[in-house]
């Protein structure tokens, strides 16, 4: 067996994913590994499991553990199945490479079989609602409702701004903090071990399989087309930011109000792009209302 030493990236890192566990998650939970085409995805789940599904979809580089201040008030009536997306910076290991939208979508739809879920809601947030949107357009059969908070590119692409933001992010400690400070200004203060995990991660040089993938080919971020979107039959809430900063929230409103036969597009006051965090009460409470009617 492999024993990673305490100053290794890779263990500081999971030991930051595990405090934050420790510390925030408000409620009981168990977590384990499910096999995939593209490799082991690591799931927390709290709630109980004979309730109906929820799946949660987090950021990109947040992971699963972002969601602490959703989760209690979620699996009060849900099953909640908290997916550490594979491919980014989290638990799950990554052992083939997505070479196109589809497959992104066949891994999830691989880890729903896996769990033996015919049908679910799917919460998705940035990075995770742009996962949910593709997963629409692929397996609309197996989701019930979709709720979709801030998503990565998707309507409409991102500034130049969260580019140079971006990079600074995986560089070092301080590219980090501006990262927070950019994204929530004075208006929320994140978690010491929120941030300290994002750090360790950056830290944490991870290394792709030998399999080739160029950007284009990996599919992501992606700017869905007019008829994609028009042919997604699925009840949708989207939840947009009124201080977001990687892109103009007016101006996904406008793009996303009547793309869907049944989408619900919904502007936040006060909140940028990580409205889940930002404003938990309120979110907590409208996911719920969107999802029981």
């Not at 739809?109 to 629409?136: C, M, P, R, W």
């Not at 130049?160 to 990079?167: I, K, P």
């Not at 869905?224 to 699925?234: K, R, V």
Request: proline residues 4%; charged residues 20%.
């Amino acid at each position: 067996m492999n024993h990673l030493k305490s100053d290794d990236p890779k263990s500081m890192y999971f030991q930051s994913y595990d405090r934050v566990l420790n510390a925030l998650w408000p409620t009981k939970f168990s977590s384990y590994f499910l096999e995939t085409t593209y490799g082991k995805t690591y799931i927390i789940e709290s709630g109980d499991l004979l309730s109906p599904p929820l799946i949660l979809l987090h950021g990109a580089k947040m992971s699963s553990t972002m969601w602490y201040p959703n989760v209690a008030e979620w699996s009060k009536q849900y099953r909640v199945i908290c997916v550490d997306i594979v491919g980014d910076k989290n638990k799950s290991i990554l052992e083939k490479q997505f070479l196109d939208r589809l497959s992104y979508a066949t891994w999830l739809n691989e880890l729903l079989e896996s769990l033996q879920i015919d049908k679910t809601n799917i919460v998705g947030i940035s990075y995770g609602a742009l996962h949910t949107v593709n997963f629409l357009t692929f397996f609309p059969h197996k989701v019930n409702k979709a709720v979709i908070m801030s998503p990565a590119a998707t309507y409409i692409p991102f500034n130049r701004e969260f580019y140079t933001y971006a990079m600074g992010l995986v560089s070092n400690e301080v590219g980090v903090k501006n990262f927070l400070k950019w994204i929530f200004n004075d208006r929320h203060t994140v978690n010491s071990h929120i941030e300290q995990q994002l750090i360790a991660g950056m830290q944490w040089k991870t290394e792709a399989p030998t399999q080739k993938a160029t950007q284009a080919k990996q599919a992501f971020p992606y700017i869905f087309m007019d008829d994609e979107l028009a042919e997604i039959q699925t009840q949708l809430l989207l939840l947009l930011g009124e201080k977001e900063v990687m892109y103009d929230p007016l101006e996904a409103y406008n793009r996303a109000k009547n793309s869907s036969p049944h989408i619900t597009v919904e502007i936040i006051k006060g909140v940028g792009h990580l409205l889940s965090m930002e404003k938990p009460v309120q979110v907590n409470k409208r996911v719920l209302s969107f999802s029981n009617n």
